[in-house]
């Protein structure tokens, strides 16, 4: 029999109930609404990072996957706040995602806390070194914020979905792409932990890296943390998550994990693969807008409307 695990003295985030503790320890759970955070701290090893991933690896591994998604996601976003619009990408790493919204034509911007990717990013994607919201300036206004796979590693997401209040012009949109409580993979690796395999699901969460994730939604708790601050959803939809060419570089670039290990996750991936078709996805993605800012429909009408005065009035 397990040992009882402490209470737990953590609010949830989306609707302020004490979180219950889960196993493993640093796992918690909300009764009332389901959100789902951790007590995960970033780990730093005694070895150079290189030597715990091979970040090339890891590059290749998620540049297909990353290229698609990111034109799916544009597509969606030119038809709720076409370009040219000012973008702020928050964690935007090399600035693969600023890219492809640069070749849309919007007017990029991106924060990275690594000082060294944004020192050696391109200067085309206006790059700076930072955490946010702190290295933003407070006149500072964007009609664009996206968070691709970021969202879930912020420590107050709370605090952070105010501050995007504050930086977004009226009509501008929030983009968040995350990964999600209710996918297959997150489902099955739950499963596997309490069966006694607790890898996998670790391996989600990103325990013992120097990032871990620090909450996983889905798009109910999402959606209620926006409305917090006063966000209405404009759009949802899901994103692909795994690349069968992909899989062995995408699991095998943490250098930390054994080629055993390695084998045994790529081949219960690729024999899920059928099942997971029928799963949720594990990734999806939720746009916002200010509450009381119109929709794309209701801009649409709006300037239909407008046309038909101009002609009445040009007739007259």
């Known amino acids: 029999m397990r040992d009882p695990v402490a209470q737990s003295d953590l609010c949830c985030p989306v609707c302020g109930t004490a979180m219950a503790p889960k196993r493993p320890a640093w796992w918690h759970v909300c009764p009332s609404c389901g959100m789902q955070t951790s007590t995960l ?15 090339e690896q890891r590059n290749a591994a998620f540049a297909g996957l990353r290229a698609a998604n990111a034109n799916l996601l ?49 200067k085309v994607l206006n790059i700076r070194a930072g955490f946010f919201p702190d290295a933003l300036g407070q006149q500072e206004r964007f009609d664009v914020i996206t968070f691709n796979d970021v969202f879930e590693h912020l420590p107050d997401v709370r605090a952070a979905m105010a501050a995007c209040a504050k930086l977004l012009t009226d009509e501008g949109v929030l983009v968040i792409n995350l990964p ?3 996918g297959g993979l997150y489902r099955i690796s739950r499963l596997a932990a309490r069966l006694g395999f607790a890898g996998p699901f670790e391996r989600l969460w990103q325990a013992g890296y120097p990032s871990p994730h620090f909450s996983y939604f ?20 899901a994103l692909p998550t795994v690349n069968r060419a992909d899989l062995w570089d995408r699991i095998r670039y943490d250098r930390t994990q054994s080629l055993a290990y390695c084998v045994a996750a790529w ?43 101009a002609k009445r009035h040009r007739a007259s």
Request: hydrophobic content about 40%; charged content about 30%; overall charge neutral.
């Open 74 to 122: 544009l597509d969606r976003l030119e038809g709720i706040c076409p370009p040219p619009r000012r973008l702020l990408d928050v964690g935007c790493a090399e600035g693969w995602f600023l890219r492809k919204a640069r070749e849309r034509g919007y007017e990029v911007h991106g924060l990275e806390p690594d000082t060294r990717m944004a020192q050696t990013a391109d």
């Open 267 to 309: 081949t219960a991936v690729m024999s899920a693969m059928p099942l997971l078709a029928m799963m949720p996805s594990d990734i999806f993605v939720q746009m916002f807008r200010k509450d009381g800012a119109p929709s794309a429909r209701g801009r649409r009408a709006a300037q239909a409307g407008n046309d038909r005065k």
């Open 41 to 55: 701290e970033p780990v730093f090893d005694d070895r150079p990072m290189a030597e715990m991933f091979d970040w």
């Open 218 to 237: 889905t798009p109910g708790t999402l959606g209620r943390l926006a409305q917090s601050a006063r966000f209405v959803e404009c759009d949802r939809f």
């Open 180 to 182: 999600n409580a209710h």
